[in-house]
């Protein structure tokens, strides 16, 4: 196939041009010193070329990575309420007066429910947070905001995920389709279908 822009017959599929840019690398190396102490290194990697990197694949949008950012930020968010909540207990190292999300508003005092607690709520702050918050012992207007703050997080993570994974089964064949189509110069580096 011709190039449509200089004619040349140099041309390339931009999946193939793509692939034959990526190597991968594997080294291995043994130093010995002056006085006679042994090193041993390796590394590995890979190494992509400018041509192959403007000739990538398209890629799919993330879903998981939505909720790992929503995970991190409900999860500072979380630990921020505590700090300001329960401010004696966060800096006594345990959260005394923090209910156990599984008993609904059951206040414990041991060590071992603190640390439980503070498992919970790192672990499971997108889910559990808003039910503590609401269970916990602070002014409803705080109650409300925070509550709010935790499931509004949440809905939009599940709504830009929803909306990925659509465009994901939707559109995406379509733009991998049109990429194998793609040809590419090597001489002008004119891409065409």
Known sequence: ???PNCRSS???KAAIGYESGISTLSATGLAVSMSGEFGVGGAEGTQQTLLSQRL???SKKSVIRIFLICWCI???LA???LLVAFPEGVIKGEIAAFPDAFNMGEFRNDANAAMGQKVCVLLFSPL????????SDIPLISKASAAFVFLLSNLIAFMVA???RRWNKQKYPQILQQYNATWFCRKCGEKWV
């Open 1 to 3: 196939m011709d190039c």
């Open 10 to 12: 140099d041309t390339q």
């Open 56 to 58: 990538s694949p398209p």
């Open 74 to 76: 409900t999860c500072f």
């Open 79 to 81: 630990v921020a309420y």
């Open 128 to 135: 559990v947070a808003p039910i503590v918050i609401l269970r």
């Open 162 to 164: 929803k909306s990925n």
